[in-house]
C-alpha cells in the first residue's frame, strides 16, 4: 500500500510540474521564433496574409516570426510537419479546408485531421472557374452547351483539391463535358494564355494582372457571397445548388495550450486589420474576418463530413 501511495505521489506531482511547466510557457509565449509553414509556393492570399500575421507578431511581441513555404504533396507535406512539430506554438500552420478534411478522408495523409487544433479561420478564398476573355461561354451553362461539340480541357491543383471535385461535381450535375484535365503547381494568365487550359480552376490573387487588363473572365466563383470585385459573377451555390465553400485558418499540434492559441489568435486579429490586408480584400475580393477556435472547430466538423459525402458521390 505505502508503495503504491508512493507511486500516486510521484504520478501526482509530476503531473503538477507539467502543469506548471506549460503555464509558464504560455505566459511567456513567445520565448522562442516561430514558424508559420504555408504548404503552398509564395504569391497567394494565405501566403500574402500569413506573412502580415508573422510580422504582426514579431512587432508586438519582439521575437521573430516568419513564413517558411513547404509545398509539395498537395499542402500535405508542409502539414505533416506542422503536426510532427513540439506543441509549443513555435511552429504553426497556415492551412486550406483540404489539409483537414479531403486529404484525410482520402487517404492521402499521414496524419488524422485530430492531429491538430484549429486557432481560428481567416480567409474565405476567393477561388474562381475562369477562362479567357474571348471564349464563346461566359457561364456554366454556355459552357455545357458548348462542351457538347468542343473538347474543353481544365487546369486544376490536383484531383484531392476541394475545388477540383467540387468542380467536377457542378460539371456532372451540370452536363458540362470534360475532355481532359491536368493539374498544375500554378495556374496563373500564363496557363491560359498559352493554351494549357482552356479553363482553371484558380484564385483571384494569382490571375490579378489578366483580370484586370480584361484579357480574362469568370465564370462562377466558390465563395460565400458574390465577389466585391466581380459582382454579376455567380457564385457556385447560385448557379448549381452547390454551397461548399474555402477557407484557410491557423493551426497548431495538438495539446497545445489554450492561452499560446488565444494569444496567437488576438495577434491574427490585429494583423488582419492593417491597411495592407483591407486593401487586398478591395483588389482581389477576398473574403477576411475571423472565426474563433471553438467555432472554427465546428466547422470543420462539418466540413470533414461534407468530404466524406463528396468522396462517396464520386466513388
Given at each position: 500500500?505505502?508503495?503504491s501511495a508512493s507511486k500516486l505521489v510521484k504520478f501526482v506531482s509530476g503531473a503538477a510540474l507539467l502543469s506548471i511547466a506549460v503555464s509558464a510557457t504560455a505566459a511567456n509565449?513567445?520565448?522562442?521564433?516561430?514558424?508559420?509553414?504555408?504548404?503552398?509556393?509564395?504569391?497567394?492570399?494565405?501566403?500574402?496574409?500569413?506573412?502580415?500575421?508573422?510580422?504582426?507578431?514579431?512587432?508586438?511581441?519582439?521575437?521573430?516570426?516568419?513564413?517558411?513555404?513547404?509545398?509539395?504533396?498537395?499542402?500535405?507535406?508542409?502539414?505533416?510537419?506542422?503536426?510532427?512539430?513540439?506543441?509549443?506554438?513555435?511552429?504553426?500552420?497556415?492551412?486550406?479546408?483540404?489539409?483537414?478534411?479531403?486529404?484525410?478522408?482520402?487517404?492521402?495523409?499521414?496524419?488524422?485531421?485530430?492531429?491538430?487544433?484549429?486557432?481560428?479561420?481567416?480567409?474565405?478564398?476567393?477561388?474562381?472557374?475562369?477562362?479567357?476573355?474571348?471564349?464563346?461561354?461566359?457561364?456554366?451553362?454556355?459552357?455545357?452547351?458548348?462542351?457538347?461539340?468542343?473538347?474543353?480541357?481544365?487546369?486544376?491543383?490536383?484531383?484531392?483539391?476541394?475545388?477540383?471535385?467540387?468542380?467536377?461535381?457542378?460539371?456532372?450535375?451540370?452536363?458540362?463535358?470534360?475532355?481532359?484535365?491536368?493539374?498544375?503547381?500554378?495556374?496563373?494568365?500564363?496557363?491560359?494564355?498559352?493554351?494549357?487550359?482552356?479553363?482553371?480552376?484558380?484564385?483571384?490573387?494569382?490571375?490579378?494582372p489578366c483580370l484586370d487588363s480584361g484579357d480574362v473572365k469568370l465564370l462562377t466563383s466558390y465563395t460565400f457571397n458574390r465577389l466585391v470585385t466581380h459582382p454579376d459573377v455567380?457564385?457556385?451555390?447560385?448557379?448549381?445548388?452547390?454551397?461548399?465553400?474555402?477557407?484557410?485558418?491557423?493551426?497548431?499540434?495538438?495539446?497545445?495550450?489554450?492561452?499560446?492559441?488565444?494569444?496567437?489568435?488576438?495577434?491574427?486579429?490585429?494583423?488582419?486589420?492593417?491597411?495592407?490586408?483591407?486593401?487586398?480584400?478591395?483588389?482581389?475580393?477576398?473574403?477576411?474576418?475571423?472565426?474563433?477556435?471553438?467555432?472554427?472547430?465546428?466547422?470543420?466538423?462539418?466540413?470533414?463530413?461534407?468530404?466524406?459525402?463528396?468522396?462517396?458521390?464520386?466513388?
Amino acid at each position: 500500500m505505502k508503495k503504491s501511495a508512493s507511486k500516486l505521489v510521484k504520478f501526482v506531482s509530476g503531473a503538477a510540474l507539467l502543469s506548471i511547466a506549460v503555464s509558464a510557457t504560455a505566459a511567456n509565449y513567445p520565448n522562442r521564433p516561430v514558424r508559420f509553414i504555408v504548404p503552398w509556393p509564395p504569391g497567394d492570399l494565405e501566403d500574402v496574409l500569413t506573412r502580415a500575421i508573422a510580422e504582426e507578431m514579431s512587432k508586438q511581441t519582439g521575437v521573430p516570426a516568419s513564413v517558411v513555404n513547404k509545398p509539395g504533396g498537395g499542402g500535405v507535406l508542409g502539414a505533416t510537419t506542422v503536426a510532427q512539430s513540439r506543441p509549443d506554438g513555435s511552429v504553426i500552420g497556415s492551412f486550406v479546408v483540404d489539409l483537414v478534411t479531403s486529404q484525410v478522408v482520402g487517404g492521402n495523409a499521414p496524419y488524422t485531421a485530430d492531429d491538430f487544433e484549429p486557432v481560428g479561420i481567416f480567409l474565405d478564398y476567393p477561388f474562381v472557374l475562369a477562362t479567357k476573355a474571348d471564349a464563346p461561354y461566359s457561364n456554366l451553362a454556355e459552357l455545357a452547351n458548348y462542351s457538347k461539340s468542343h473538347d474543353i480541357s481544365l487546369g486544376h491543383f490536383g484531383y484531392q483539391a476541394l475545388p477540383t471535385a467540387l468542380t467536377f461535381k457542378a460539371a456532372d450535375q451540370e452536363g458540362i463535358k470534360i475532355a481532359a484535365d491536368s493539374a498544375f503547381d500554378a495556374l496563373d494568365c500564363a496557363t491560359l494564355a498559352n493554351g494549357d487550359a482552356d479553363i482553371i480552376n484558380t484564385t483571384t490573387q494569382l490571375i490579378l494582372p489578366c483580370l484586370d487588363s480584361g484579357d480574362v473572365k469568370l465564370l462562377t466563383s466558390y465563395t460565400f457571397n458574390r465577389l466585391v470585385t466581380h459582382p454579376d459573377v455567380p457564385t457556385l451555390n447560385e448557379a448549381t445548388g452547390i454551397a461548399q465553400t474555402l477557407w484557410n485558418g491557423l493551426f497548431v499540434p495538438k495539446g497545445t495550450p489554450r492561452e499560446i492559441k488565444e494569444k496567437i489568435a488576438a495577434i491574427a486579429q490585429d494583423a488582419l486589420q492593417t491597411p495592407q490586408v483591407i486593401e487586398l480584400q478591395e483588389t482581389t475580393g477576398a473574403g477576411v474576418y475571423w472565426t474563433n477556435m471553438d467555432d472554427a472547430a465546428k466547422v470543420i466538423e462539418l466540413d470533414y463530413a461534407n468530404a466524406q459525402k463528396l468522396a462517396q458521390s464520386a466513388q
